[in-house]
Nanobody, 122 residues
Protein backbone atom coordinates (compact mmCIF):
# COMPACT_ATOMS: atom_id res chain seq x y z
CA UNK A 1 0.00 0.00 0.00
CA UNK A 2 1.31 3.41 -0.93
CA UNK A 3 0.12 6.47 0.94
CA UNK A 4 0.65 10.06 -0.10
CA UNK A 5 -0.12 12.74 2.45
CA UNK A 6 -0.52 16.37 1.51
CA UNK A 7 -2.00 19.63 2.72
CA UNK A 8 0.17 20.65 5.63
CA UNK A 9 1.28 24.20 6.16
CA UNK A 10 1.40 27.12 8.55
CA UNK A 11 -1.63 28.86 9.99
CA UNK A 12 -2.50 31.12 12.88
CA UNK A 13 -4.39 29.81 15.86
CA UNK A 14 -8.07 29.58 15.09
CA UNK A 15 -7.43 28.89 11.44
CA UNK A 16 -8.07 25.79 9.34
CA UNK A 17 -6.11 23.32 7.27
CA UNK A 18 -7.10 20.28 5.28
CA UNK A 19 -4.91 17.19 5.04
CA UNK A 20 -5.39 14.54 2.40
CA UNK A 21 -4.14 10.98 2.23
CA UNK A 22 -4.26 9.28 -1.15
CA UNK A 23 -4.06 5.48 -1.03
CA UNK A 24 -3.09 3.04 -3.76
CA UNK A 25 -2.07 -0.58 -4.05
CA UNK A 26 -4.94 -2.02 -2.01
CA UNK A 27 -8.69 -2.09 -2.42
CA UNK A 28 -9.70 1.19 -0.84
CA UNK A 29 -13.10 -0.10 0.20
CA UNK A 30 -11.42 -2.60 2.54
CA UNK A 31 -8.77 -0.24 3.90
CA UNK A 32 -9.03 1.82 7.07
CA UNK A 33 -7.05 5.05 7.22
CA UNK A 34 -5.78 6.71 10.35
CA UNK A 35 -3.99 9.95 11.10
CA UNK A 36 -1.31 10.21 13.75
CA UNK A 37 0.91 13.11 14.75
CA UNK A 38 4.19 13.65 16.52
CA UNK A 39 5.13 16.96 18.07
CA UNK A 40 8.75 17.82 18.87
CA UNK A 41 9.85 16.04 22.02
CA UNK A 42 6.61 14.09 22.32
CA UNK A 43 5.46 10.61 21.45
CA UNK A 44 3.34 9.82 18.44
CA UNK A 45 -0.35 10.13 19.17
CA UNK A 46 -3.55 9.08 17.49
CA UNK A 47 -5.60 11.86 15.88
CA UNK A 48 -8.46 10.35 13.89
CA UNK A 49 -9.39 7.32 11.82
CA UNK A 50 -11.96 6.31 9.23
CA UNK A 51 -12.66 2.61 9.04
CA UNK A 52 -13.52 0.78 5.86
CA UNK A 53 -16.86 -0.11 7.46
CA UNK A 54 -17.84 3.56 7.81
CA UNK A 55 -16.87 4.26 11.40
CA UNK A 56 -14.98 7.38 12.46
CA UNK A 57 -12.87 7.79 15.56
CA UNK A 58 -11.28 10.86 17.13
CA UNK A 59 -8.86 11.67 19.88
CA UNK A 60 -10.52 13.65 22.65
CA UNK A 61 -8.14 16.53 21.99
CA UNK A 62 -9.49 17.06 18.46
CA UNK A 63 -13.11 16.00 18.81
CA UNK A 64 -15.43 18.72 17.61
CA UNK A 65 -12.65 20.49 15.72
CA UNK A 66 -11.40 17.87 13.26
CA UNK A 67 -13.47 15.89 10.77
CA UNK A 68 -12.28 12.84 8.89
CA UNK A 69 -14.00 11.69 5.73
CA UNK A 70 -13.53 9.19 2.91
CA UNK A 71 -13.82 9.89 -0.80
CA UNK A 72 -14.28 6.51 -2.42
CA UNK A 73 -14.11 7.90 -5.94
CA UNK A 74 -10.67 9.39 -5.27
CA UNK A 75 -9.34 6.72 -2.88
CA UNK A 76 -8.62 9.55 -0.50
CA UNK A 77 -9.21 10.30 3.14
CA UNK A 78 -9.41 13.94 4.17
CA UNK A 79 -8.80 15.41 7.60
CA UNK A 80 -10.43 18.81 7.94
CA UNK A 81 -8.87 20.66 10.84
CA UNK A 82 -10.69 23.71 12.18
CA UNK A 83 -10.10 25.94 15.20
CA UNK A 84 -6.47 24.95 15.20
CA UNK A 85 -4.47 25.44 18.36
CA UNK A 86 -0.77 25.88 18.96
CA UNK A 87 -0.68 22.41 20.47
CA UNK A 88 -1.82 20.93 17.16
CA UNK A 89 1.61 21.73 15.76
CA UNK A 90 3.20 18.45 14.70
CA UNK A 91 4.19 16.24 11.81
CA UNK A 92 1.07 14.40 10.69
CA UNK A 93 1.23 10.92 9.16
CA UNK A 94 -1.51 8.88 7.57
CA UNK A 95 -1.48 5.11 7.87
CA UNK A 96 -3.44 2.20 6.43
CA UNK A 97 -4.85 -0.89 8.11
CA UNK A 98 -6.93 -3.87 7.11
CA UNK A 99 -9.00 -3.86 10.29
CA UNK A 100 -12.05 -1.76 11.13
CA UNK A 101 -11.54 -1.80 14.89
CA UNK A 102 -8.73 -0.93 17.24
CA UNK A 103 -7.77 1.94 15.00
CA UNK A 104 -6.47 4.15 17.81
CA UNK A 105 -3.41 1.94 18.12
CA UNK A 106 -0.47 2.64 15.82
CA UNK A 107 0.44 -1.04 15.93
CA UNK A 108 -2.67 -1.82 13.87
CA UNK A 109 -1.21 -0.03 10.87
CA UNK A 110 1.43 -1.81 8.78
CA UNK A 111 1.52 0.89 6.13
CA UNK A 112 2.60 4.48 6.69
CA UNK A 113 2.93 7.50 4.48
CA UNK A 114 5.45 10.28 4.75
CA UNK A 115 4.68 13.08 7.16
CA UNK A 116 3.33 16.51 6.46
CA UNK A 117 4.14 19.42 8.74
CA UNK A 118 1.39 21.41 10.41
CA UNK A 119 2.50 24.56 12.23
CA UNK A 120 0.07 26.66 14.22
CA UNK A 121 1.28 29.99 15.50
CA UNK A 122 -0.25 31.51 18.57
Amino acid sequence: VQLQASGGGSVQAGGSLRLSCAASGRTFSSTSIGWFRRAPGKEREFVAAASWSGGTFYADSVKGRFTISRDKAKNTVTLQMNSLKFEDTAVYHCAAAAFALGLRAAAQYPYWGQGTQVTVSS
